[in-house]
């Protein structure tokens, strides 16, 4: 036993190690040391606070607020987060989040920094939906599992129906929201865009009889690009939206109420990617380099071509 958790110090200080110095290579202006420094910096903030998510979420149970596990252990590595990586998600229209319960939040899914978007918007009383599959991972399935995630099996139709038919039970009984990455993949888009939404989001609300909340974030490539292996600090605007009711809806309404979602949603991505550059591009304006030559100081300014950030 004491030479596993010696192997476990060992590759733990190895592990910081590395970290450190990939950040100091990025203060030096290395954008690749940037992406693996907060990269590494990011999987050990995950890996803390699902590991105390655990315990939390047992306690929790203990004590009988076991459906807050999730709102708990997300705001604790929105915080861990911030400090360790610099990304940060503002948040606007959190009254709403507030005020509706149960509901089904759907949100835009563009890549693994969503966790960190969920730990900060993450209302009391939800849960998240995920792929079976997470569950056999070791530290965060065991935290998702216990917190309460609705695990669905996309290969399977009939025990994804009846994954939802639960969950709408629970939703009904409890008040618990639910949300749901309506693309139900990444996109990695590094344009204000997405993917076709699945419908199961909507088959959930109008079963359980509970409105949708858009959740809209901001395309973000600018802060990280995984595939140019772009990952900076920076800030990233999110819009919650007014809730959409379903009371009156069918099943034969799940088309057309999952049509208009995306387009409402799509229309928000657009104007939230322009306000984040346009409040990029003044953050740089202001940022002056000044280069002294002899007795003249020259001030020097960069920006930020939206255009070339999309492409």
Partial sequence: MSTILSYLLYFLLAYLLLTFTLFFL????????????????SYLALVVATGCGVFVSIILQLVGFGRSSQWAVGRAFAWMMAWAVGVRFVVEGKEVLKATRPAVFVGNHQSELDVLMLGTIFPKHCAVTAKKSLRRVPILGWFMA????????????????????GAAAEMQKYKQSVFIFAEGTRSYFDKPDMLPFKKGAFHLAIQAKVPIVPVVVANYSY???????????????????????????????VEELTRTTREIMLKEI??????????LNGATYHRKA???????????????????IWE
Avoid: M
């Fill in 270 to 279: 657009v104007k939230l990617t322009e306000k984040a550059l346009r409040d």
């Fill in 223 to 253: 802060v990280l690009n995984v595939r140019k292996w772009i990952f900076g600090s920076g800030t990233i605007p999110v819009k919650v939206l007014p809730p959409i009711p379903t009371a009156h809806l069918t099943a034969d309404d």
């Fill in 290 to 308: 000044i280069n002294v030559v002899g007795s003249a100081s020259v001030a020097k300014t960069t920006s930020v071509d939206a255009k070339r």
């Fill in 146 to 165: 216990l917190s309460g995630t609705v695990f669905i099996d996309r290969t399977n139709r009939r025990t994804a129906v009846a994954a939802f038919d």
């Fill in 26 to 41: 990025s203060y030096l202006g290395s954008k690749s040391a940037s992406f693996f420094a907060r990269l590494l910096a």
